[in-house]
């Protein structure tokens, strides 16, 4: 079965500051896809970036990024220049590429930003 | 932009009682999923819906859960008869044809069962 750590139950960055959130992930399968999740106060799931396993090259939204390391399985997140609308719950998921639907999930990183 | 929507936001409801709960994913979307989240735990798969069927369900989903799309907008999850332990945050997500992998969720529907 596959499984997603997330080691750091707790995380601060000061603003305009760079947090790097990690994951680690378990599977023996070569395609599936991996995700950061946001989740503020007001519990709605934010899809904040995607990677595929196929891919190389670390995906980027804006400030976002991605340190994905296949061979060790993990997958950090990147915040640069944080900004107070970053605090919140991070989860990272991860899903195999064909046979399932279902995301699994870490149990999360919560981020405060300090001002 | 568009985003999957959820009704009730919030719900309480009795230990035996049925509690329907709704969602409205984004229009062009085939896939569906509901997910939970138990306070203080991580998010949970309940079920995928594909065509009208159920393509995917955990363990969680026993007996006692069903899910529905009644029209051509909706997609429900029945509990029929609840238990303290459903009390949990029940999320609607879906995702586009051929790009099932990547799905996007509505605000969730807080469940709180006494």
């Known amino acids: 079965a596959q499984t997603v750590t997330q080691s750091q139950p707790e995380m601060s960055v000061q603003e305009a500051e760079t947090v790097t959130l990690s994951c680690t992930y378990d599977?023996?399968?070569?395609?599936?896809?991996l995700f950061w999740y946001k989740q503020p106060p007001s519990r709605q799931m934010i899809l904040v970036i995607r990677q595929e396993a196929y891919k190389q090259q670390n995906a980027t939204e804006n400030r976002f990024s991605v340190n994905f390391q296949k061979a060790a399985k993990s997958f950090s997140l990147k915040i640069s220049d944080s900004q107070l609308g970053d605090a919140a719950m991070y989860f990272c998921?991860?899903?195999?590429?064909?046979?399932?639907?279902?995301?699994?999930f870490g149990k999360g990183t919560k981020l405060s930003v300090i001002p | 932009e568009p985003e999957v929507t959820q009704t009730p936001s919030h719900q309480v409801t009795q230990m035996g009682q049925e509690v329907i709960l709704r969602c409205v994913p984004i229009s062009n979307h085939l896939y569906f999923y509901w997910y939970r989240q138990i306070l203080g735990q991580k998010v949970e798969f309940l079920v995928s819906f594909y065509n009208n069927e159920i393509s995917e369900k955990s363990e969680i989903f026993d007996d006692q859960f069903s899910v529905e799309r009644p029209d051509g907008s909706n997609f429900t999850l029945k509990i029929r008869s609840t238990k303290l332990e459903d009390s949990a945050m029940y999320f609607c997500a879906s995702s586009e044809p051929y790009r099932s992998e990547t799905q996007y969720f509505g605000p969730g529907t807080r469940l709180l069962v006494l």
């Open positions: 998921a991860y899903k195999i590429g064909a046979g399932s639907y279902q995301l699994t």
């Open positions: 599977t023996s399968e070569s395609d599936y896809y």
